[in-house]
């Protein structure tokens, strides 16, 4: 019985992980655009990440992951904090924004 229950065990954090880094790969493919630049996505997909692990970190059923939940929000939020110094990201968003207005410019 030990070695059943020790599976089931293993088997549900298993799964908790999953649910943890399933908005990991949601926000990779996110990243994944072959025709057009995706640097002005990061801020928004950095802070949905931040969103999503906050929220697990608050629940119960994930309190056996909340160091390493938190330990990779801090990570993240090195990671967001390096955007203020960074003109590539101003530059990528300006460019989004004229590629968007392009075309409604054209109809006026």
């Known amino acids: ?21 399933a908005v990991c790969e949601w926000i990779q493919q996110y990243f994944s655009a072959e025709k057009c630049p995706t640097l002005w996505r990061a801020l928004p997909a950095i802070e949905e990440l931040q969103t999503s692990w906050e929220a697990k ?11 390493a939940i938190n330990d990779g929000l801090s990570k993240l939020n090195k990671y967001y904090s390096q955007f203020d110094e960074k003109p590539a990201y101003v530059l990528a968003l300006s460019m989004c924004l004229f590629e968007f207005l392009d075309p409604i410019l054209n109809l006026i």
């Open 57 to 67: 970190c608050d629940k119960m059923q994930f309190s056996t992951y909340c160091t």
């Open 1 to 21: 019985m030990v070695c059943i229950s020790t599976l089931r065990e293993n088997g549900e954090r298993v799964i908790e992980a999953s649910e943890i880094l």
